[in-house]
């Protein structure tokens, strides 16, 4: 396993303090750039639950964040990484659609929001493996 993902694992198990999606995908490549992660943990505060109105997912922004912090901001590497979000997912991107369908799969939110988090660590490392970073 990765070090993005374990740290995200961490942050998403972690009972001491609540992670939002955001954070949790943001927070380990923030780190990786030197950035403390009180920062990042603010700088995301506010794109958890789709920027708090069910709007596009927590975790799909974070990994928008994540990528420009490694200076990835071509519009094809960008949608890239949006394809692979909705792959598996119905085609949604907003945080209200994707949590209506997982609850008429009768899925668990707190399992639904950590699998998008790992699917955006994911898709982001896969992203930097392919820019050699």
């Given at each position: 396993m990765d070090r993005y993902m374990k740290r995200a694992e961490e942050l998403r198990a972690a009972s001491d303090r609540h992670y939002n999606c955001a954070q949790a995908v943001l927070i380990p490549f923030a780190e990786a750039q030197g950035i403390d992660t009180e920062t990042a943990y603010k700088t995301a505060a506010n794109f958890g639950s789709g920027m708090k109105?069910?709007?596009?997912?927590?975790?799909?922004?974070?990994?928008?964040?994540?990528?420009?912090?490694?200076?990835?901001?071509?519009?094809?590497?960008?949608?890239?990484?949006?394809?692979?979000?909705?792959?598996?997912?119905?085609?949604?991107?907003?945080?209200?659609?994707?949590?209506?369908?997982?609850?008429?799969?009768?899925?668990?939110?707190?399992?639904?929001?950590?699998?998008?988090v790992y699917d955006a660590v994911r898709a982001v490392t896969e992203i930097l493996a392919e820019k050699g970073m």
């Open positions: 109105m069910g709007s596009v997912c927590g975790a799909i922004t974070g990994g928008l964040m994540a990528l420009g912090l490694f200076g990835i901001e071509d519009a094809k590497d960008v949608n890239r990484f949006c394809r692979k979000m909705r792959e598996g997912h119905d085609g949604l991107m907003n945080c209200s659609d994707l949590l209506k369908r997982n609850a008429e799969l009768g899925g668990d939110k707190k399992q639904h929001c950590d699998g998008m």
